[in-house]
């Protein structure tokens, strides 16, 4: 702990500088590299990089991004799966930076501390729970430090027989090019209307390809006799690596190209030295509750995680969603609005 009066400087880093503090974080998260700000501002946020630093070295910040709310009531700042802080103090300073840099009228927090990561106080820090969640709080996390066996003998029965058929069928699993892109978004739209559930557009995810892969992540392809039968985009960062976006055709389901997808994707993240895979989204409901249902509802994410279950992976929930109004007016109009449009 720091002793006295912290007296540090408020600072916008330019992208290189802030991604090289963000990947000497133990947490390092892909949402809070510079570049999923500017995807994000191309699709209607804005964003903004805002830290402190002690003798020009950055010793917290966060990469905020910007939403306007509705009838011109101001703008909503939300920090994805962050800040980072060297120190506690640092957090009521950071806060108050961001306020003033950003102008905003409230403050959304979604840290993604889970159950081995000692969390701040948000409601110490006077914080509310936010009624509003953008980044799923539930997620199945696979440890894969260990051999590709041990791995397999965590999954249940029925995903491991699914698995080893995948890699026996005939498949081509292979690394895809920006032209490949064409087949991953029509993948999706095919998912989506099948599934009924909303996804980017196609410019969305060619932008999240030209800023990531190869650096940061991966498309990969699994094709039988030159169709493509599934797409998957996976990223990684420090020792986590992330399946975000992913689909797949009814196409030949007997071959389980999703499953060997998956298992191709764990190789990938081994291979770079991530110790954890982290599925991304699944309903935000207790163990119990998830095992009693997933069998029958398939609205939201309880579609896919029948899938995500079978892995062998441990249910950890995050932090939450976490609100700080610097402006109690428009907040109090923010919560309102969102009980009706509910």
Same mark, same amino acid.
């Given at each position: &702990?720091?002793?006295?009066?912290?007296?540090?400087?408020? %600072?916008?880093? /330019?992208?290189? =500088?802030?991604?090289?503090?963000?990947?000497?974080? $133990? @947490? $390092?998260?892909?949402?809070?590299?510079?570049?999923?700000?500017?995807?994000?501002?191309?699709?209607?946020?804005?964003? %903004?990089?805002? $830290?402190?630093?002690?003798?020009?070295?950055?010793? !917290?910040?966060?990469?905020?991004?910007?939403? =306007?709310?509705?009838?011109?009531?101001?703008?909503?700042?939300?920090?994805? *799966?962050?800040?980072?802080?060297?120190?506690?103090?640092?957090?009521?300073?950071?806060?108050?930076?961001?306020?003033?840099?950003?102008?905003?009228?409230?403050?959304?927090?979604?840290?993604?501390?889970?159950?081995?990561?000692?969390?701040?106080?948000?409601?110490? &820090?006077?914080?509310?729970?936010?009624?509003?969640?953008?980044?799923? /709080?539930?997620?199945?996390?696979?440890?894969? *430090?260990?051999?590709?066996?041990?791995?397999?003998?965590?999954? /249940?029965?029925?995903?491991?027989?699914?698995?080893?058929?995948? #890699?026996?069928?005939?498949?081509?699993?292979?690394?895809?090019?920006?032209?490949?892109?064409?087949?991953? /978004?029509?993948? &999706?739209?095919?998912?989506?209307?099948?599934?009924?559930?909303?996804?980017?557009?196609?410019?969305?995810?060619?932008?999240?390809?030209?800023?990531?892969?190869?650096?940061?992540?991966?498309?990969?392809?699994?094709?039988?006799?030159?169709?493509?039968?599934?797409?998957?985009?996976?990223?990684? #960062?420090?020792?986590? !690596?992330?399946?975000?976006?992913?689909?797949?055709? *009814?196409?030949?389901?007997?071959?389980?190209?999703?499953?060997?997808?998956?298992?191709?994707?764990?190789?990938?993240?081994?291979?770079?030295?991530?110790?954890?895979?982290?599925?991304?989204?699944?309903?935000?409901?207790?163990?119990?509750?998830?095992?009693? %249902?997933?069998?029958?509802?398939?609205?939201?994410?309880?579609?896919?995680?029948?899938?995500?279950?079978?892995?062998?992976?441990?249910?950890? @929930?995050?932090?939450?969603?976490?609100?700080?109004?610097?402006?109690?007016?428009?907040?109090?109009?923010?919560?309102?609005?969102?009980?009706?449009?509910?």
């Amino acid at each position: &702990m720091s002793e006295g009066p912290v007296t540090l400087a408020v %600072q916008r880093p /330019n992208p290189e =500088d802030w991604d090289h503090f963000v990947r000497s974080q $133990a @947490r $390092a998260h892909l949402l809070q590299l510079a570049a999923w700000g500017r995807l994000k501002s191309q699709f209607g946020w804005g964003a %903004q990089i805002v $830290a402190l630093s002690d003798g020009g070295e950055i010793v !917290a910040g966060a990469s905020v991004l910007l939403k =306007d709310l509705p009838l011109g009531l101001g703008r909503m700042a939300y920090l994805p *799966r962050g800040p980072y802080v060297s120190d506690k103090s640092h957090y009521a300073l950071l806060w108050e930076a961001i306020r003033s840099e950003t102008g905003a009228a409230f403050l959304k927090v979604e840290a993604g501390h889970f159950h081995d990561q000692p969390a701040p106080d948000f409601t110490a &820090m006077g914080f509310a729970p936010s009624p509003q969640s953008i980044q799923p /709080n539930n997620t199945v996390q696979i440890n894969i *430090r260990d051999d590709e066996e041990i791995i397999l003998k965590g999954m /249940n029965q029925g995903t491991r027989r699914k698995v080893r058929k995948s #890699l026996r069928a005939g498949l081509n699993y292979l690394r895809g090019s920006r032209e490949d892109l064409e087949d991953f /978004n029509r993948l &999706m739209q095919l998912t989506s209307e099948r599934n009924e559930f909303g996804v980017h557009s196609p410019e969305y995810y060619e932008r999240v390809f030209d800023l990531f892969i190869p650096e940061h992540g991966a498309l990969l392809l699994a094709k039988y006799k030159d169709r493509s039968l599934g797409a998957i985009m996976i990223f990684a #960062l420090g020792s986590t !690596a992330w399946y975000f976006y992913g689909a797949s055709s *009814r196409e030949n389901s007997n071959l389980y190209a999703s499953y060997g997808l998956q298992w191709e994707a764990i190789q990938w993240a081994k291979a770079r030295g991530c110790l954890c895979y982290d599925m991304w989204g699944i309903p935000d409901h207790d163990h119990e509750t998830l095992e009693s %249902q997933f069998q029958e509802r398939s609205d939201g994410l309880w579609g896919v995680y029948g899938f995500k279950r079978g892995w062998g992976g441990q249910i950890c @929930r995050a932090t939450g969603s976490w609100d700080l109004a610097f402006n109690p007016f428009v907040y109090s109009a923010y919560r309102t609005a969102l009980k009706f449009s509910g």
